[in-house]
């Protein structure tokens, strides 16, 4: 099953790792959200693997720090 973020996650969770607002929205652009009952939502796991590929971080830096509940 996957998991999804909210807006509030997904920036927070961006935000945290270095990203800047512009790259936070190319970010979530690129992955696409899913919207439930009116609602945007990406998927974690698409979030987690571009957010991987940024330069400053390292593959798991990403990976590690995904919100358990999310």
């Not at 807006?7 to 936070?24: C, E, H, M, V, Y």
């Not at 009116?38 to 330069?55: F, H, I, N």
Request: proline share 7%; aromatic share 8%; net charge positive.
């Amino acid at each position: 099953m996957n998991e999804y973020l909210d807006l509030a996650s997904a920036t927070r969770l961006l935000k945290a790792k270095g990203f800047n607002p512009l790259d936070i929205e190319c970010v979530l652009d690129l992955t696409g959200p899913h919207l439930r009952n009116g609602v945007p939502l990406w998927r974690a796991d698409r979030v987690e693997r571009l957010a991987s590929r940024a330069y400053w971080l390292s593959p798991k830096e990403v990976a590690a720090s995904m919100p358990a509940a999310a």
